[in-house]
């Protein structure tokens, strides 16, 4: 069994800080997915990590912890025809925008993923490197995109079984690359990621 670890609840002391991550990002299929998540000073779970270094069913149970005892919490997601319109980089600040939007109260800082982040209502902010690794909120984020990311391709598989969805939920690992020159590309495919030559198969 993993060690466990103990995570900083917060970034910022004594004000709601709301934990942001984003999911898909690198996904030659389907929308990309963010989170965010406001957690109670005491909340502690000795798997909370962040959602990559963690099997799926482990994610899956955090996932319903995380729901019962957030604070507030909201996950969103911006369409691939939305990802190839702005491009991923917009759309993923999008659905981590969206995501804020749609917590039932306002933060008063918000702790990012990552070392980039369009400022959102003028509300201040940090972007910590590896930050779901270090910070529950962020972590908490990450685990909920994460899963509701993967639901969601995994009810995409239905009508795609030749991709395996169900296991590699859109991203570029060999089995897909070879179901894509097998079978080319489908709407759910990110086509401003050039993945496959101009001919689009018959699934537009």
């Known amino acids: 069994m993993r060690e466990a670890v103990k995570l900083h609840n917060y970034f910022k002391e004594h004000a709601i800080d709301a934990g942001c991550d984003e999911a898909g990002r690198g996904c030659y299929a389907g929308p990309v997915f963010a989170a965010a998540v406001v957690l109670p000073p005491d909340f502690y779970h000795p798997q909370l990590n962040d959602s990559k270094l963690l099997p799926a069913k482990t994610r899956e149970e955090l996932k319903i912890f995380i729901q019962q005892k957030a604070l507030h919490y909201c996950v969103a997601m911006v369409d691939v025809a939305e990802i190839d319109s702005i491009n991923i980089l917009k759309a993923s600040q999008k659905a981590m925008h969206l995501a804020l939007d749609g917590l039932n ?64 939920k859109g991203y570029g690992t060999l089995e897909h690359r070879t179901a894509i020159e097998a079978h080319g590309i489908c709407i759910h495919h990110r086509k401003s990621f050039k993945i496959t030559a101009p001919q689009l198969s018959c699934f537009e």
């Open 105 to 168: 109260v306002a933060p008063e800082f918000i702790s990012v993923d990552g070392n980039y982040f369009i400022p959102y209502k003028k509300i201040p902010y940090q972007c910590i490197v590896k930050g779901d690794s270090q910070y529950a909120h962020i972590a908490a984020a990450s685990i909920l995109a994460k899963t509701y990311r993967d639901e969601y391709m995994r009810r995409l598989h239905t009508d795609f079984p030749h991709y395996n969805w169900h296991a590699n």
